[in-house]
T-cell receptor
Framework: GEDVEQSLFLSVREGDSSVINCTYT??????LYWYKQEPGAGLQLLTY?????DMKQDQRLTVLLNKKDKHLSLRIADTQTGDSAIYFCAERGSNTGKLIFGQGTTLQVKP | DVKVTQSSRYLVKRTGEKVFLECVQDMDHENMFWYRQDPGLGLRLIYFSYDVKMKEKGDIPEGYSVSREKKERFSLILESASTNQTSMYLC????????????FGSGTRLTVV
């Protein structure tokens, strides 16, 4: 079946890089996504990557996709306290077309 | 920008009450979804709809129903609210195009007492 796994918690110091990891099971996924959820708010789409790409960069965000290992990562450079949030990885399931979400990784940024 | 609007940010209801959560999107998206989010359990899909008057059960439909009479509006109904339905409820929409992610509303935090 379709499943997405993430670690639950990551703590970094302000100014460091953060790397949030995600693994998925559906090798036919066409698109993979990263969402950010700030406290008490809905999910905001940060970025997405097409499955034929290895990397996508957008300002401080770098997405790496290893399709062979079904591993997706989100790197945030120069992490700021405003980056503290829950980050969700999601894949678009090839069977259903629906997004399958991971459990979310809580990123804590210490000053 | 696409907007998905959920009618209430916070709601407090009594056990046994009928509760309506409303969601409206303004970009003519075909697909709409209702999730609940609980600590440690991530997002769980309750119901979704591919078109007006169409609805499909998600992973946890028990205790809920939905209504989609117009394309822009998707309502979640708790027929008889119970304390275990205390949660954050998130609505989302997406067009049929495959590369689009979902656009989420701000969420409704429902407390059933």
């Amino acid at each position: 079946g379709e499943d997405v796994e993430q670690s639950l918690f990551l703590s970094v110091r302000e100014g460091d890089s953060s790397v949030i990891n995600c693994t998925y099971t559906d090798s036919s996924s066409t698109y993979l996504y990263w969402y950010k959820q700030e406290p008490g708010a809905g999910l905001q789409l940060l970025t997405y990557i097409f499955s034929n790409m290895d990397m996508k960069q957008d300002q401080r965000l770098t997405v790496l996709l290893n399709k062979k290992d079904k591993h997706l990562s989100l790197r945030i450079a120069d992490t700021q306290t405003g980056d503290s949030a829950i980050y969700f990885c999601a894949e678009r399931g090839s069977n259903t077309g629906k997004l399958i979400f991971g459990q979310g990784t809580t990123l804590q940024v210490k000053p | 920008d696409v907007k998905v609007t959920q009618s209430s940010r916070y709601l407090v209801k009594r056990t046994g009450e009928k509760v309506f959560l409303e969601c409206v999107q303004d970009m003519d998206h075909e697909n709409m979804f209702w999730y609940r989010q609980d600590p440690g359990l991530g997002l769980r899909l309750i119901y979704f709809s591919y078109d007006v008057k169409m609805k499909e059960k998600g992973d946890i439909p028990e205790g809920y129903s939905v209504s989609r009479e117009k394309k822009e509006r998707f309502s979640l109904i708790l027929e008889s609210a119970s304390t275990n339905q205390t949660s954050m409820y998130l609505c989302a929409s997406t067009p049929d195009s495959t590369y689009y992610g979902y656009t989420f509303g701000s969420g409704t935090r429902l407390t059933v007492v």
